[in-house]
């Protein structure tokens, strides 16, 4: 077991600066108009940096830097753009511990996440991209004896992208990888919540990308967002958040005719057929694991597995195994190598987790463990900590269709299986869904027959690269993870050429 | 009666917040992140349409039009059986709701309607 010491106390393997500027054009430069904001980490509640408060001006900066660079960046080849990728994953991974312990001080999860998942993800993903890149091929179409369709891929200029708070390096990279390998360039606006953790990577990474290529515009949503979405010069907008924002997204991005891609959010059931009991095995085990991932980074996770179906003929046993398993989980100070689950991301965030705790009691649900925040005194008295919660009750309540974005998971049985599926659809979302079973005809029919972009099978909560992910119904619109982004981030350009000397005919 | 409330915090955040912006508007949000809480923009910046229902109008002292408040038709139908107030929380929200540089957060509390006020909704 390891603690790690927080960035800036004596031995700690990486550390944050007081203030950070704006990333544009290659260089750090001051917010037009003075401004900064304070960023506290969520695991003790203090401020440790403050961030450039961007505004309008600051975006449009950032959009004429990546307008300079756009040109050149798109004509790079394929083979360069890919190695300037590959570079990137390889200092990410030269420094993997000081990212993770910077993006957990940042965000608030353990240590053991950013150090297995979030930073290992995220190198991954730029190589993944490097690679689709260099295997990406054009078409050719031969129309006619004279005639022939050349289908070429072309960048489709500056993008914006604007990304959440709940994995700030994992998801930046999510939205960068694809759009810098199809020879976009950037600016990205990080979360207010978590604005300084890119800023680590940015001292890592800055000195392998050509100026104006990836510009990061700090500041908050209706000040420095709003202007990106609107901004006339932008050929694109990427975003992952709420519904609503998504809306208002797509509603700006009308007003220059420009494409939008969406991630927005789920309430994903999590179901699991009577024969996963079958045996008291290692296949048990792991599903008894499915369930208590509603947990994982503090559930502040759009695919939580936040509704669990447990079939009636195994739902006592299998409910009471799972409270047990659940209340084994490791809570405590996010920075030591075995808390398992970390601080909420900020202050309105755990009052929002508590309110859904209230109305879900207030609907008859009954708690069957958790329910209270947490507080694990000294230093971390201040921090947002939530006890991981068991509420029990139908679908039709409030806590089974919101997304609450906290460690509660929602539970309820099902008779066969058109009961489970009918249940796991009713809901306004499609993001992710978990299916159980040991029978694989079951599992299939399951998986084809839920609403859902993502069917995790007798598993949960893993992102490779490489199997794409995104929404169906409310949850979004387009996919994220897989070279089928590529596409998303460029257009086509076809050339219909003729070789025939005659002329055709019509005048 | 209505079906949105809000606390005496949360009204006075909405006069400072139309002194800057001018008159306002809610749409609840559903959704991950800063989702599950209710966005303020100014009137007519968030488009609602038929796929939305205004639930009610929020009368401030001090604040001269009554500020409405939206949410998507289909979450509506796993609401109606709640009363929303409207509250604030000191926090770092985001998305485009105007609060947000105050260092505050517009949440909602909720609380189950009781019969007799369901019924006087449905008549009214």
Known sequence: MTRYAAPGETGSVVSYQARYDHFIGGEYVPPVKGGYFENPTPITGKTFT?????????????????????GAWGRTSAAERAAVLTRIADRMEQNLEALAVAESWENGKPVRETLAADLPLAIDHF??????LRAQEGAISQIDADTVAYHFHEPLGVVGQIIPWNFPILMATWKLAPALAAGNTVVLKPAEQTPASIHVLLGLIADLLPAGVLNVVNGFGVEAGKPLAQHPRIRKVAFTGETTTGRLIMQYASENIIPVTLELGGKSPNIFFADVAAANDAFYDKAQEGFAMFALNQGEVCTCPS?????????????????SRVERIKQGHPLDTETMIGAQASNDQFEKILSYIDIGRQEGAKVLTGGVPADLGGELSGGYYVQPTVFEGDNKMRIFQEEIFGPVVS???????????????????GLGAGVWSRDGG??????????????????Y????AHAAFGGYKQSGIGRETHKMMLDHYQQTKNLLVSYSPDAQGFF | MSRVDLTEAAAGLLRRLTDQHGPLMFHQSGGCCDGSAP????????????????????????????IPVWMSQAQFEYWRHTHLTIDVVSGRGSGFSLEAPEGVRFLIRSRLLTDAELAELADG
């Open chain 1, 50 to 70: 403050e961030v450039a408060r961007g505004t309008a001006e600051d975006v449009d900066r950032a959009v004429t830097a990546a307008e300079g660079a756009a």
């Open chain 1, 127 to 132: 190589r993944y991209f490097a690679g689709a």
């Open chain 1, 307 to 323: 509704r669990a179906l447990i079939q009636s003929s195994i739902y006592e046993r299998f409910v009471g195994d799972a409270v």
């Open chain 1, 411 to 429: 539970v309820t049985r099902f008779d066969d299986y058109d009961d489970a599926i009918k249940t796991a659809n009713d809901t306004l979302y």
């Open chain 1, 442 to 459: 079951t599992a299939y029919r399951a998986g084809r027959d839920i609403q859902a972009g993502r069917v995790w099978t007798n598993c």
């Open chain 1, 461 to 464: 909560h893993a992102y490779p």
């Open chain 2, 39 to 66: 966005m303020c923009y100014p009137a007519g910046e968030f488009r609602t349409g038929r796929s939305d229902v205004a639930l009610g109008q929020l009368r401030v002292d001090g604040v001269a039009e009554p």
